[in-house]
């Protein structure tokens, strides 16, 4: 089985590499699942329900989220679509959503998808990563040996210690939050396919997104400044894994880094 992770989906250009592009990109890499972090995708800000239909029309099937996932009403609403839309898993009980799914493909064959958030330099107060996915994966692995987690996280350390904590259990550890694709992606010794980070489908021309001015703005001054989303450069980062149905093991993990134009 192949399947497409494509990174944090940025606002507009973000969504329209998408509209765009997936279709052709899915066939080129004969592509059985696409899944995407849509936590940016409503101007930087979590995903809207009517967004999250859209996402589907495109050919993407399940949508994971990340720190942005709550960042507004609407976005939670967003979260209501149904459990193709989820959010990090180990948030505390009682929020809205889910954290984990299960896709059943044409073929018969099941796939499991957590999303997790780390804690390091983001979000201290959430509960542990490493216990809580652990546990989700025990679970999924009942019903299937395809398990893709996407790991949520600031520091690079934090989703390589999961990645090796989970090796053998998981087909795949997907980094995502930087915006910033990295190139250490590899399969770990017991079938885990890895990367830090997938990096940003967005602008390519801004700071993580957002437009260069008042990121700086803020820098040299330290006062609030508003941001926004730019509209300049599409920039497709996004990876393929090759996993074996019946070990769940990875066979491969090939990174893609395109940039794109717009008909
Ligand atoms: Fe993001
Ligand atoms: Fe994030």
Not at 69 to 77: G, I, K, N, P, R
Not at 84 to 92: A, D, E, F, Q
Not at 212 to 232: D, K
């Amino acid at each position: 089985m192949r399947i497409l992770f494509v990174g944090d989906v940025f606002g507009n250009i973000g969504r329209r590499v998408l509209a765009d592009h997936l279709s052709h990109i899915k066939i080129e890499h004969r592509i059985d699942l696409c899944i995407a972090n849509g936590e940016n995708a409503a101007g930087g800000k979590g995903i809207t329900a009517n967004l999250a239909k859209k996402f589907r029309r495109y050919g993407v099937s399940v949508i994971t989220g990340g720190n942005h996932s709550f960042a507004s009403t609407e976005a939670v609403e967003g979260l209501e679509s149904g459990d193709y839309v989820l959010r990090p898993l180990n948030y505390p009980p009682g929020n809205v959503g889910v954290g984990k799914t299960i896709v059943r493909l044409d073929d018969g064959s099941k796939v499991g998808i957590i999303n997790l958030q780390g804690r390091t330099f983001l979000s201290e107060a959430l509960d542990c990563p490493f216990r809580i996915g652990s546990s989700a994966i025990d679970d999924l692995l009942r019903e299937t040996p395809i398990v893709i987690i996407d790991f949520h996280a600031e520091a690079t350390s934090e989703k390589a210690a999961f990645a090796y904590y989970v090796d053998g259990r998981a087909s795949a550890v997907l980094g995502t939050h930087t915006h910033v694709q990295t190139a250490d992606e590899r399969i770990l010794p017991g079938g885990t396919a890895f990367i830090s980070d997938v990096g940003m489908t967005g602008p390519e021309n801004s700071i993580i997104g957002m437009k260069p001015s008042a990121v700086i703005r803020r820098f040299l001054l330290q006062t609030f400044a508003r941001f926004e989303p730019s509209n300049e450069g599409p920039l497709l980062c996004a990876v393929v894994v090759e996993i074996d149905n019946r070990s769940g093991k990875a066979l491969g993990i090939e990174r893609i880094q395109e940039q794109l134009t717009f008909s």
